[in-house]
């Protein structure tokens, strides 16, 4: 079901029947909210009983192609999402009665799940292959560091999935994240690259290892 949240950000929201066990905010990847989203959100609340609610990053803009959104990303506002993040968590809370609420990011989105994990409005968050450090061509004036932002000491626990073949989670920032001790877990697949888990149709998609990357995180917010 869409609905508009307070900013007028449409938002994908999918409960279980009965007896919503916790909440989820999906933050997407640049491709943004979209029947793939949609689908995963269904999946989620009918097999796990979650409460989701999965929200657009670019919210009135007309993005045709990837190029237009990877151009975008430096004009993306940190506040803005998180605050669209936390307004999704609000719905979720109120109509599905739920008292814990995740985040869980894929790609970009995966990079927003670890700046949502330390707003202090989530219980965990999971970055699935989300960029430890910002890109350099996303950088912009309302875009923070993920890893800066994780030192807060509102951060939630995190779990992070790696494929180590990942261009944009390179080794060695993925070894900056065991500063943050048991707070911050890697689970790293060997031969995996960007995007494996969440999109079957991409040529990177790996289904054993996208099983037990779900394995992980469904233990994760349990």
């Given at each position: 079901?869409?609905?508009?949240?307070?900013?007028?950000?449409?938002?994908?929201?999918?409960?279980?029947?009965?007896?919503?066990?916790?909440?989820?905010?999906?933050?997407?990847?640049?491709?943004?909210?979209?029947?793939?989203?949609?689908?995963?959100?269904a999946r989620l609340a009918a097999e796990q009983r979650w409460a989701?609610?999965?929200?657009?990053?670019?919210?009135?803009?007309?993005?045709?192609?990837?190029?237009?959104?990877?151009?975008?990303?430096?004009?993306?506002?940190?506040?803005?999402?998180?605050?669209?993040?936390?307004?999704?968590?609000?719905?979720?809370?109120?109509?599905?009665?739920?008292?814990?609420?995740?985040?869980?990011?894929?790609?970009?989105?995966?990079?927003?799940?670890?700046?949502?994990?330390?707003?202090?409005?989530?219980?965990?968050?999971v970055s699935f292959y989300g960029m430890i450090r910002l890109p350099?061509?996303?950088?912009?004036?309302?875009?923070?560091?993920?890893?800066?932002?994780?030192?807060?000491?509102?951060?939630?626990?995190?779990?992070?999935?790696?494929?180590?073949?990942?261009?944009?989670?390179?080794?060695?920032?993925?070894?900056?994240?065991?500063?943050?001790?048991?707070?911050?877990?890697?689970?790293?697949?060997?031969?995996?690259?960007?995007?494996?888990?969440?999109d079957p149709d991409r040529p990177a998609h790996r289904p054993g290892?996208?099983?037990?990357?779900?394995?992980?995180?469904?233990?994760?917010?349990?």
């Amino acid at each position: 079901m869409r609905v508009d949240l307070p900013s007028r950000t449409p938002a994908e929201i999918a409960t279980p029947p009965v007896g919503a066990e916790r909440g989820v905010v999906l933050i997407p990847d640049i491709g943004g909210l979209r029947p793939l989203f949609d689908g995963l959100a269904a999946r989620l609340a009918a097999e796990q009983r979650w409460a989701v609610a999965a929200i657009e990053p670019f919210p009135g803009r007309q993005l045709e192609t990837i190029d237009d959104r990877f151009a975008a990303v430096s004009s993306l506002d940190d506040d803005r999402i998180l605050a669209d993040a936390g307004a999704a968590a609000d719905v979720l809370e109120r109509d599905a009665g739920v008292d814990r609420v995740a985040v869980i990011g894929f790609c970009m989105g995966g990079m927003y799940a670890y700046k949502a994990a330390t707003t202090g409005r989530f219980d965990r968050a999971v970055s699935f292959y989300g960029m430890i450090r910002l890109p350099v061509a996303w950088r912009g004036p309302a875009q923070q560091e993920p890893l800066g932002m994780l030192e807060s000491d509102r951060t939630c626990p995190v779990l992070s999935i790696i494929g180590d073949q990942d261009p944009y989670t390179p080794a060695e920032d993925v070894a900056e994240l065991a500063r943050f001790g048991g707070l911050v877990q890697a689970v790293r697949f060997p031969d995996a690259e960007h995007g494996f888990v969440h999109d079957p149709d991409r040529p990177a998609h790996r289904p054993g290892d996208a099983a037990e990357a779900w394995r992980q995180v469904i233990h994760f917010l349990k």
